[in-house]
C-alpha cells in the first residue's frame, strides 16, 4: 500500500477533516476494498414465516425467550457462521498478498525510518502566553462550570458549561433547572459540537457573495414597505419584546412561527376542550397508572427530561417491597416510552382516536361506535386501573386535537386534575397555531404583501410543509433576510445570509416547558462571527445594541426593585430566574367535546412522520456524533429508513435494505426499509431530518428527505400506497456488532427481566435473576481490594434506551468518530452501546435495553493476553488500559467476552490544530492510530476527586465521583461508586436481589452489573413469564467444572 | 583446493564480532546520552524573551514561589504569573529598563516615561502598550499522555526543589531533571526516599537529613500517602 493511498485513506476516514472533500465517497470506498462483505442475512417473508415458528417452539420448551434481531431468530447458516466469526468484519486481509521477502523488506524499512524519525526529530519549543491580567475566577488547569440553557424547539434546557480558560469543551445538565434536573439528551450534549462546527457560516453573504456586517446594516437602515419576521418557537422573552419593538415601529409588519416539532395538536385540544389556550403538566411523581396514547412523553418534547425522571422514579424496585407505576402504551411505531410499557399494544396512529373514544365511554363519557382490535380483557384492566387509582391519560403531539381533548375529558372524569394533570399558561411567547401561521405567510408572501422577510433560526425552504411550496414563495419578496448557523436550503435562497451566534456564544434568555427563565449566557466569542437574532432585530430599531445590552435593558426594566446586580448575578449563578414557572390554572372540560364527529382509521399503508429520534427535524444534521449514534431500537447510523412491520413484510415480501416507492397524492419518494418489530402493523414510519442538500460535508446527501409527503393539514400521519422496486439500498446497523450470544439463543441469559408479582412472590429468590449457576474452579486467585473499589449498577427496568449516556461519553472521552463505511464494518469508536433485546412475539415484542461498556471484571480476561501490560489492574479494581503501552495487537479485544474494546484501525481523532481540536477534553488523551482504548469508569473525573480528596486530607465521599454517563442519565439508570463503602448508594443497589453481571457465571467477577428488569403487568394480563420460579443452579453450566 | 583465509582470520572475524559489539554498545550509549540529556534539553537553559533571573528573585529577594505560581497549591499547574503580577513591582522598579521591553509591550496601559504617548514621541525606543503579546518558552514538558498534578505533590510534602532544582540559584531556567518515566518512578516507588515536612516544601535550600529514610517513613504516614497506588499507571496516565 503506498503513501499516497493510506494518506487518502486516512483523509477519507476523518469527518472534520478540512480535505474531505465531494469525492469523500470515493475515498470511503477505498478503506473497505478487501474487507470481507456484509453478510447477506435472509429475511424474506417465508423467514418471518420461520421466525414465527421458531419463536413458538421456543415459547413452549423455555417458558420466556430474549432475542436481539430478526436475523438471529431465522438461525440461517450464514448467522451461524457469522456468529462464530466474533468480530466478522474486522480483519481487512490485504489487497494483495505480499510474499515473505516483500514483508521483510516493509518491516526493516518501518523499522528504520522509525528509528530514524526518533533520533533526529527534535520536541517543538512549545510556548506558554500568560493573562495580561488574570480573570480572579479562572485557575489555569481547573475549569469552571457556568450555568446556561440551551433551547430545544425554542423551549430551554439548562446546562451546566465546562470551560477550561475560556474554551467551552462540555455540556452538563443543570440541576435547578425544570426542564433538565441535572440531566440531559443526547442532542444538547451536542450541541458543543455544533458550535466549533468548521461547516457553520463564516461570513454576510449577499446574494450568494461574500459581504459584510457594516453592509447589511446599511442596507437594513434603508429598507421599506411591509416587514414579516419569521422564527420558531420564541419562549423568550427579551427576544418577543425585541419583536414586538420592532412591530411597533414599523407599521405593517407582522411576526410569524413556525417549527416543524410544535404544540398545535395540544393547543387546538385544549381549544376543543377548554375554549382557550392552556397545556397540560403531567406529575408523574403522583401516577400509579398511566395511559399513553401515542405519546413518547419520556423522549420526546420539552418537558422530556423532567416527566422521563419522575416517570422512573415511581419505577425503581429494588426489594420485594417496593412498589412500581404502570404503563398501557397506544402507539404507531417503537418509542422509548412504549419500550418501558407494562402492556403495550401498536395501533395505527389514525386508530387512536377510536380507541381513546373507547376509554372514555368506558369511564361513562360520550358514546362510540369503534371497537379497536383489543386482546381479551386489555380494555377491562385498563378502565379498571384508570377508575381505582391516580391515574393520568396523556396524549400524544402527534395525535389530533380530539384525542387531546378526549384526554383531557377522561382525565377530568377520574379525577386526575389538579392531582396528577395540571393546566398552565403555555410558555411560548405568542402561542399560536404554527400550521396556520406559515400558511397566512406564504399566501401573504405569494399576494405580494411583504417587503421584506426576517428568517430567524429557522430553516423553512426544507421544513416548511412541503404543498406550500415555499422556496416558491420566497421568490415573491424582494429582500429576504436569513440569519442561521448554516448557509442552508433556505440561506442559499435568500439575498442576505447572517451567519447566527451560536447560544453558546451569544446572552439570551428562554422558558423551560413549565415557564421558568433561564439566562442564557455566552461562554467564548463568536468563533465563526456570528450575531445574535437580537442584534440582527436591534437594526430594525435603527440601534446597534449587541446583545448583552439588549438582554441587560430588559431585564433591568422586567426584575423588580432591589440591587439588580445582586439579582442578576444571581440568576447567572443559579441559570434560573426564580419564581418564574406559570401557576396551576383552575380547567373544566365542556361537555361539547363529544358531539365533535368522530373520524375513524384507514384501513390502508399510513405514514407516520416523526423527527429522528438523533438529529431531530434538521437541526442536527451536520452532527457527526448524532449521525454515528445508533438509534434506539433499529441501531441504523448514519441515515434514516422507513420502519415497517413484520406483517407488512410478509405482505409485501419485502426484506430490509429493500427500496421501495412512497406514494403521497402526487408526491412520490424512495426509501430503504427496515423490519422493526413492534411496529403497528400497515404502518410506516418515515423520519425527517434528512435528505438534506445544504446541511453541511457531514449531513449533506445522506437519507432521503420525508418532507416531500408532508403536508400542512397531514403534517403527522398520512395515508399512503407503496410499491416495491428492484433497488437496494445499504443501511448500516450496530445492532449485530458485538453480538453476545453464541451458544444460541437464549442460554446465556444476557438480559433478564420478570414481573414485580414474580418478584414479590419469591422476594429472596427471584428465579427469573439467577438462571445460571457459576463455574466451580477458577483460574485466577482472589485479590483482595481493601481502599475504594469502584462499581456500577444499571437498572434496566428504567434504562429507556434514549442514548443520552453514548453522547455524554463521547464528548467527555474524546472519542472520534468513523464514518458509514467504517460502521459498516464493526469499527465504531463509542465505548458505550446500549444493547438492544426483545422478548415474546416479533409483532409486539417486550423491549429491552442494556447499556454495555467495560464492565471492569476483577478477574479480567483481557490482561493475561496481552504482551505489552498495556491492560492492568489498579488497586481501586479499574481495568486500565495504557495507551502509550499499547501495541495495537487486538488480542484483549478477542479475549473480551463483552466485545467492549475498541480499536483505532485508522487515525480517526483529529490531531491537527483546527477549531475542533478546541473541543477536546484537555483531561482525557486523545489516542491514534493503533491504540485499543474502552470505558475507563472516566478515570480522569476518580483521579480529579481522589487528588482534592487527598488535598483536603478526607476519603472521596459518596457522589463526589459522577461519570459522564451517570450525570446524563435522563432516568438516573445509571449508580456509580465505592462498593466498599457500605453507605454508598452504589452498594446498596448491587445488595437487591435483582442484580446480576453479566456472564458472571464465567468468574469475570465485572464491577459493572445489572438490575434485571421489573414489568408491572394487570394481574389479569399477567402472562406466564420469566424462567420458571427457583430455578437456580438448575442450569448445567454448574457441571462445567473449570471449563473454558 | 586453497584456503582463501589464513588461520589467523578466525580471531579477526571473532574480534570484528567483539569490536562491533563495542561499537555499537558505544553508540547507543552516545545516543541514549544525546536523547536523555541533550535532547531532553537536561541542564541547557531555555532562551526566554526577558532575561528573567530566579536567583535574583527567588534568591537574593526572597520572594515566595506562591507569589508568582499562584496556583501551586490547588491546581495542577502552578500558573505562570500574570503580566499584572509583574507590573505590581516592575512599574516601579526598573522602570524602562530594555530588559523589560517584552513586559511593557504586552502591558494594557501606559506607564509614564517610558511608554506613553509623550515618551513615544520623544523617541525612546520602549513599546507600545498592548503592541506585542508575551510569549515564555516552556522549559518542562511533559508528554501529553502524562497527567501531572502540582497540587497533589506539594500537599504531601514533595518539595519544589525535589524535581525542579535549587531554583533560587538559577539565572535562566532549565530542567534539573530527566523527568522520564522511570525518574518519576523512583520516587513512586519509594516515597520515604524523598519526602520532606510539609513547612520545608518551598524551601529550595532544604538538604535530606541523615535519617531520611526513618522520617519519609514517618512522614508517609503522617500525610497518608497511598504507597498502593503511587506506582500504578492509572495515578499518572488517563
Redesign the interface.
Given at each position: 500500500m503506498n503513501i499516497d493511498k493510506s494518506r487518502e485513506i486516512l483523509s477519507g476516514a476523518r469527518e472534520f477533516g478540512s480535505d474531505l472533500s465531494s469525492s469523500a465517497e470515493e475515498k470511503f470506498e477505498l478503506t473497505v476494498i478487501g474487507v470481507a462483505e456484509e453478510p447477506e442475512f435472509d429475511n424474506t417473508a417465508e423467514s418471518v414465516q420461520v421466525i414465527r415458528e421458531r419463536l413458538a417452539e421456543l415459547d413452549q420448551s423455555e417458558g420466556k425467550t430474549y432475542w436481539r434481531s430478526l436475523e438471529e431468530l431465522s438461525e440461517t447458516e450464514e448467522f451461524q457462521a457469522y456468529l462464530e466469526q466474533e468480530f466478522p468484519r474486522q480483519s481487512a486481509p490485504l489487497e494483495s498478498g505480499l510474499d515473505r521477502r516483500e514483508f521483510m523488506k516493509l518491516l526493516g524499512a518501518s523499522l528504520a525510518l522509525g528509528g530514524l524519525t526518533a533520533?533526529v526529530r527534535?520536541?517543538p519549543?512549545?510556548?506558554?502566553?500568560?493573562?495580561?491580567?488574570?480573570p480572579e475566577e479562572i485557575?489555569?488547569?481547573?475549569p469552571i462550570m457556568y450555568a446556561s440553557a440551551i433551547t430545544q424547539n425554542g423551549y430551554a434546557q439548562g446546562v451546566l458549561v465546562e470551560n477550561h480558560n475560556g474554551r467551552p469543551t462540555r455540556l452538563e445538565g443543570n440541576p435547578s433547572q425544570p426542564g433538565s434536573m441535572g440531566s440531559i439528551d443526547a442532542q444538547t450534549t451536542a450541541e458543543i459540537l455544533r458550535m466549533y462546527d468548521p461547516d457553520r457560516s463564516k461570513e454576510v453573504l449577499q446574494g450568494g457573495s461574500s459581504s459584510d456586517w457594516d453592509s447589511f446594516s446599511e442596507a437594513v437602515s434603508s429598507l421599506d414597505g411591509n416587514i414579516a419576521i419569521l422564527t420558531g418557537t420564541v419562549t423568550s422573552p427579551t427576544l418577543a419584546s425585541k419583536i414586538d419593538a420592532v412591530l411597533n415601529a414599523r407599521s405593517g409588519a407582522k411576526w410569524y412561527q413556525y417549527s416543524p416539532q410544535n404544540a398545535d395538536n395540544v393547543l387546538a385540544g385544549s381549544e376543543i376542550a377548554f375554549g382557550s389556550w392552556i397545556v397540560p403538566q403531567y406529575n408523574f411523581e403522583e401516577a400509579d397508572i398511566v395511559l399513553s396514547l401515542d405519546a413518547d412523553f419520556v423522549n420526546s418534547g420539552p418537558a422530556k427530561l423532567k416527566y422521563a425522571r419522575a416517570f422512573s422514579d415511581r419505577r425503581r424496585v429494588r426489594t420485594g417491597e417496593d412498589t412500581m407505576n404502570r404503563l398501557y402504551m397506544v402507539e404507531s411505531t417503537p418509542t422509548s416510552t412504549g419500550a418501558m410499557a407494562d402492556h403495550r399494544l401498536p395501533m395505527a396512529a389514525s386508530a387512536v382516536e377510536g380507541f381513546a373514544r373507547e376509554v372514555a365511554a368506558a369511564v361513562g363519557l360520550g358514546s362510540t361506535d369503534s371497537h379497536a382490535a383489543l386482546p381479551d380483557g386489555w380494555m377491562d384492566a385498563l378502565v379498571d386501573d384508570l377508575t381505582n387509582h391516580a391515574s393520568v391519560v396523556v396524549a400524544g403531539d402527534e395525535q389530533p386535537p380530539i384525542v387531546h381533548a378526549i384526554a383531557a375529558a377522561i382525565n377530568e372524569a377520574i379525577g386526575a386534575v389538579g392531582r396528577t394533570v395540571t393546566y398552565h399558561k403555555p410558555a411560548m411567547a405568542k402561542p399560536e397555531i404554527q400550521s396556520e401561521s406559515i400558511k397566512f405567510l406564504v399566501d401573504d408572501m405569494n399576494s405580494g404583501k411583504i417587503d421584506t422577510l426576517v428568517m430567524i433560526d429557522s430553516n423553512p425552504v426544507y421544513d416548511a410543509p412541503a404543498d406550500l411550496d415555499f422556496a416558491a414563495a420566497l421568490d415573491n419578496v424582494a429582500t429576504s433576510i436569513h440569519l442561521g448557523l448554516y448557509n442552508d436550503e433556505t440561506a442559499v435562497r435568500s439575498s442576505w445570509h447572517v451567519p447566527q451566534a451560536n447560544e453558546l456564544e451569544s446572552w439570551g434568555d428562554a422558558r423551560a416547558f413549565d415557564g421558568t427563565i433561564s439566562i442564557i449566557q455566552p461562554q467564548i466569542q463568536p468563533i465563526y462571527g456570528g450575531k445574535s437574532p437580537l442584534e440582527v432585530l436591534s437594526l430594525f430599531l435603527g440601534t446597534a445594541d449587541t446583545a448583552y445590552d439588549s438582554i441587560r435593558a430588559f431585564w433591568q426594566s422586567a426584575a423588580s426593585g432591589g440591587d439588580f446586580n445582586l439579582f442578576w448575578n444571581h440568576v447567572l449563578y443559579n441559570g434560573v430566574v426564580d419564581d418564574t414557572a406559570s401557576a396551576p390554572m383552575r380547567a373544566r372540560a365542556k361537555s361539547t367535546i363529544f358531539d365533535e364527529p368522530a373520524s375513524h382509521g384507514a384501513d390502508g399503508i399510513e405514514i407516520v412522520f416523526r423527527p429522528d429520534p438523533n438529529i431531530g427535524s434538521g437541526k442536527y444534521s451536520n452532527s457527526s456524533w448524532l449521525q454515528e449514534l445508533p438509534k434506539p431500537f433499529t441501531k441504523l447510523t448514519w441515515d434514516n429508513a422507513a420502519l415497517i412491520s413484520p406483517k407488512l413484510a410478509e405482505a409485501e415480501g419485502l426484506k430490509s435494505k429493500d427500496v421501495i416507492n412512497i406514494t403521497v397524492g402526487d408526491k412520490s419518494i424512495d426509501a430503504p426499509v427496515w423490519i422493526m418489530p413492534g411496529q403497528a402493523e400497515k404502518t410506516i414510519t418515515l423520519h425527517t431530518g434528512y435528505g438534506r442538500t445544504n446541511a453541511g460535508k457531514v449531513g449533506n446527501g445522506i437519507g432521503f428527505d420525508a418532507n416531500v409527503l408532508r403536508t400542512n393539514e397531514h403534517a403527522h400521519f398520512v395515508s399512503a400506497s407503496i410499491t416495491k422496486t428492484r433497488k437496494k439500498y445499504k443501511l448500516v446497523s450496530t445492532q449485530l456488532h458485538g453480538i453476545l450470544e453464541s451458544d444460541g439463543i437464549g442460554d446465556r441469559h444476557i438480559t433478564r427481566g420478570g414481573t414485580l408479582a414474580d418478584f414479590q412472590a419469591h422476594p429472596e429468590h427471584p428465579g427469573f435473576v439467577h438462571p445460571v449457576a457459576h463455574h466451580a474452579s477458577d483460574l485466577y486467585d482472589d485479590f483482595e481490594y481493601d481502599?475504594y473499589a469502584w462499581g456500577m449498577v444499571v437498572d434496566q427496568t428504567v434504562c429507556n434506551g434514549c442514548n443520552a449516556c453514548i453522547t455524554a461519553c463521547q464528548s467527555e472521552n474524546n472519542i472520534p468518530v468513523v464514518g458509514k463505511d467504517q460502521v459498516a464494518v464493526g469499527r465504531e469508536m463509542q465505548w458505550l452501546r446500549v444493547d438492544a433485546y426483545y422478548g415474546g412475539s416479533v409483532d409486539n415484542p417486550e423491549f429491552f435495553s442494556q447499556p454495555v461498556a467495560c464492565m471492569h471484571c476483577e478477574k479480567a480476561p483481557c490482561e493475561p493476553v496481552c504482551p505489552f501490560g498495556a491492560t492492568?489492574h489498579?488497586?481501586?479494581g479499574?481495568n486500565?488500559m495504557?495507551?502509550?503501552?499499547c501495541g495495537g495487537t487486538r488480542y484483549c479485544s478477542n479475549n473480551c467476552p463483552y466485545k467492549v474494546r475498541r480499536f483505532n484501525f485508522l487515525q480517526y481523532a483529529e490531531l491537527e490544530e483546527n477549531a475542533m481540536a478546541l473541543l477536546q477534553n484537555p483531561?482525557?488523551?486523545?489516542r491514534s492510530r493503533g491504540v485499543m482504548e474502552k470505558c475507563?469508569y472516566c478515570?480522569?473525573r476518580i483521579?480529579q476527586a481522589?487528588?482534592t480528596s487527598?488535598?483536603e486530607?478526607r476519603t472521596i465521599a459518596d457522589g463526589d465521583v459522577v461519570t459522564a454517563c451517570q450525570s446524563a442519565c435522563p432516568t438516573q439508570a445509571i449508580v456509580f461508586g465505592d462498593i466498599n463503602d457500605e453507605n454508598s448508594e452504589v452498594a446498596k443497589v448491587r445488595k437487591s436481589k435483582l442484580n446480576y453481571g453479566l456472564f458472571e457465571e464465567l468468574n469475570t467477577v465485572p464491577r459493572t452489573t445489572y438490575l434485571a428488569r421489573i414489568t408491572n403487568p394487570h394481574p389479569s394480563l399477567a402472562v406466564a413469564s420469566s424462567y420458571g420460579s427457583d430455578s437456580h443452579g438448575s442450569d448445567t453450566h454448574g457441571a462445567e467444572e473449570g471449563g473454558h | 583446493m586453497p584456503q582463501y583465509f589464513p588461520p589467523n582470520s578466525n580471531a579477526f572475524a571473532k574480534w570484528s564480532i567483539i569490536g562491533g559489539l563495542i561499537f555499537f554498545t558505544l553508540l547507543l550509549t552516545c545516543?541514549a546520552i544525546y536523547?536523555r540529556s541533550y535532547?531532553n534539553?537536561v541542564n541547557v537553559p531555555?532562551s526566554q524573551p526577558i532575561p528573567f533571573s530566579h536567583a535574583l528573585h527567588a534568591g537574593e529577594l526572597g520572594v515566595d514561589c506562591r507569589y508568582c505560581h499562584t496556583?501551586v497549591?490547588?491546581?495542577?499547574?502552578a500558573?505562570?504569573?500574570?503580566?499584572?503580577?509583574c507590573m505590581t513591582c516592575h512599574s516601579q522598579i526598573r522602570q524602562g529598563s530594555p530588559r523589560l521591553y517584552p513586559l511593557y509591550a504586552?502591558?494594557?496601559q501606559a506607564i509614564p516615561g517610558v511608554n506613553d504617548t509623550a515618551s513615544l514621541e520623544a523617541g525612546t525606543n520602549a513599546p507600545a502598550p498592548n503592541s506585542e503579546?508575551?510569549?515564555?518558552?516552556?522549559v518542562h514538558?511533559l508528554?501529553?499522555?502524562v497527567?501531572f498534578?502540582h497540587?497533589?505533590h506539594i500537599?504531601?510534602g514533595v518539595g519544589c526543589s525535589s524535581c525542579h532544582g535549587e531554583v533560587n540559584r538559577m539565572e535562566g531556567m532549565w530542567k534539573n531533571e530527566q523527568m522520564s518515566m522511570g525518574w518519576c518512578l523512583e520516587c513512586h516507588k519509594a516515597p520515604e526516599k524523598h519526602v520532606r515536612p510539609i513547612d520545608e516544601v518551598f524551601n529550595a535550600n532544604y538538604k535530606k537529613p541523615t535519617n531520611q529514610i526513618a522520617l519519609g517513613k514517618q512522614l508517609v504516614e503522617e500525610y497518608?500517602i497511598?504507597t498502593?497506588?503511587l506506582p500504578?499507571?492509572?495515578?499518572c496516565?488517563?
Open positions: 533520533c527534535p520536541n519549543q512549545e510556548k506558554i502566553v500568560p493573562y495580561v491580567r488574570a485557575i489555569p488547569g481547573k481502599g492492568v489498579d488497586a481501586d479499574l486500565v495504557v495507551y502509550n503501552r483531561d482525557v488523551t486523545v475507563t478515570i480522569q483521579q481522589y487528588i487527598e488535598n486530607d | 545516543l536523547v535532547r534539553r531555555v496556583s497549591e490547588v491546581a495542577a499547574s500558573n505562570i504569573p500574570p503580566v499584572e503580577t504586552s502591558w494594557d503579546r508575551l510569549e515564555w518558552n516552556r514538558d508528554a501529553d499522555f497527567y498534578n497540587s497533589a500537599n504531601k497518608h497511598n498502593d497506588k500504578q499507571c492509572s495515578t496516565h488517563r
